[in-house]
């Protein structure tokens, strides 16, 4: 089993992150997932805000709480705009194809 938990796109606090991540896990009665998303940028991007979000992603991977990082509907922009501001790279982008 690979277990992929996804941060909405309304997140654009560390709090919300968190409180995010912390209820998927307890909502599936685990203590981490093997995948954790950030679910479309474009409200992160308008807040000004995607450091703080991915900053909060890269602390729940040090705590253990996921084992890798990735984005979900990420343009070529938001991906670079996401490598300026990142410690870890995203592992993947996971899109949607009609």
């Not at 992160?44 to 995607?50: K, N, P, R, T, V």
Request: charged share 20%; glycine share 6%.
């Amino acid at each position: 089993m690979f277990l992929t938990c996804k941060i909405p796109s309304k997140s654009t606090s560390t709090r919300v992150v968190r409180d995010a991540l912390r209820s998927s896990l307890a909502s599936l009665g685990r203590a981490s997932c093997d995948l954790l998303l950030l679910h479309w940028p474009a409200q992160a991007l308008e807040a000004g805000s995607l450091r703080e979000v991915w900053a909060a992603m890269e602390e729940a991977r040090r705590e253990g709480e996921c084992a890798e990082l990735g984005v979900s509907n990420f343009t070529v922009a938001a991906l670079r705009a996401l490598g300026a501001v990142c410690s870890t790279p995203p592992c993947v982008n996971q899109v949607n194809l009609p």
